[in-house]
């Protein structure tokens, strides 16, 4: 096997402005913002306002960013994947429209779609892209505009999700740094738990699935959030054996931002104190997608080359993984 992996060499995010508090959410439904902090972690969330924007103006402008901050042509990018649940549109895909709109022309793009752990199974294809030294310039896109598939009367769902959207720069490397391993799982049984009921080819938008709010996240919650904590717990714990890697081994978890006990419980597993774990949560809510580029980014400044990071995730269908990250550069 060639000694040949895919780095992360660059990253960059996109928020909107708007800032939906917990304040707020108390006019819209029935909750407060104690239950929302002790049962959630979150304070606030950033909602995409404005007529006709979706998420892949949110991508495009994260994709932007990266390319500028990272010193890239358009023309240089092989492959870009977009990691979302709120394409769009049903096709063409977002991440053709992300790459249409940062003038990204030499490149193929598509959509891979496993709810709140796409961005690591995004991540995890592209990497094998680049180990087989085919490709050398690959953007790996998380971005999530929940607000547009959230039920603004659902106390149990509103309160968690928001709007985001982060970018990857992946680039060959032999330096003994970017992504080791990883490991992944699907379980399709969970779909009921879990899923929007209508707009889909089973059931096609129509006048009653409006009335009936079928286009909104369904969510059984406890069900959900008694998987999510095995799911990444299983996926950490996989990591940590198959490269022997001690709980002192590692400097970072990345742990998708579902709710802030999923966090702590998925530390305490992994014998992880709370100052190796990143946390913003209470900031962006559950973006879906964004949430492990909405981290990198916060904690860009205090990674260093050759730290273990470990990005982890759980999501409907079910889907979970965790992958094993040596950071490959210092702060600039
Ligand atoms: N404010 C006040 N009360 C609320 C509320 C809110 N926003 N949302 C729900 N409740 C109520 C429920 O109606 C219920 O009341 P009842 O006992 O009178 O029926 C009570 O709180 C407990 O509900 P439950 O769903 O058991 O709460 P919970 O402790 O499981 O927390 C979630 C709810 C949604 C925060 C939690 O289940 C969760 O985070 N699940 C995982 C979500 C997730 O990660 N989703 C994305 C997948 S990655």
């Known amino acids: 096997m060639s000694n ?6 660059s990253l960059a995010t996109y928020s909107p402005d708007y800032v939906l508090t917990n304040a707020e959410l108390e006019k819209m439904v029935d909750t407060n913002d104690q239950w929302i902090l002790e049962r959630t972690g979150i304070q606030e969330r950033r909602i995409l306002k404005g007529e006709g924007l979706g998420t892949s103006y949110m991508g495009a402008k994260a994709v932007q960013a990266l390319l500028e901050k990272s010193n890239t042509r358009p023309e240089e990018i092989d492959l870009l994947i977009c990691a979302t649940a709120t394409p769009d549109f049903v096709f063409p895909s977002t991440a053709s429209l992300i790459a249409n709109e940062a003038g990204i022309k030499n490149a193929f793009h598509y959509d891979v ?10 991540l995890h294809t592209a990497s094998q892209f680049i180990e087989t030294g085919k490709y050398k310039k690959i953007i790996v896109v998380g971005a999530d505009k929940m607000s547009s598939i959230i039920d603004y009367t659902d106390r149990a769902t509103c309160i968690i999700f928001g709007d985001g959207a982060g970018a990857v ?15 992944m799982r699907s379980d399709g049984a969970g779909w009921v738990h879990l899923h929007q009921k209508a707009g889909g080819s089973r059931r096609p938008p129509t006048l009653e699935t409006v009335q009936n709010r079928e286009h909104y996240v369904y969510q059984e919650g406890a069900v959900v959030f008694k998987h999510a904590v095995q799911g990444m717990a299983e996926a950490c714990t996989h990591i940590m054996n198959n490269n022997n890697l001690k709980a002192e081994d590692i400097n970072w978890l990345v742990p998708h931002q579902a709710n802030k006990r999923i966090i702590d419980s998925t530390a305490h597993k992994m014998g992880l ?13 559950n973006t879906t997608n964004a949430t492990i580029p909405l981290c990198l980014k916060d904690y860009e400044s205090q990674l260093k080359k050759g730290d273990n990071l470990i ?3 759980f999501g409907g269908g079910f889907t979970w993984g965790a992958i094993y990250v040596k950071w490959a550069y210092n702060p600039q």
């Open 311 to 313: 990005l982890a995730a």
């Open 113 to 122: 779609m496993a709810a709140c752990s796409g961005f690591i199974y995004a």
């Open 273 to 285: 104190p709370d100052e190796k774990v990143m946390l913003n949560i209470q900031k962006y809510g």
């Open 169 to 183: 720069l992946l680039e060959p490397t032999t330096d003994n740094t970017g992504i080791m391993d990883a490991w």
């Open 4 to 9: 040949l992996r895919a780095a992360i060499t």
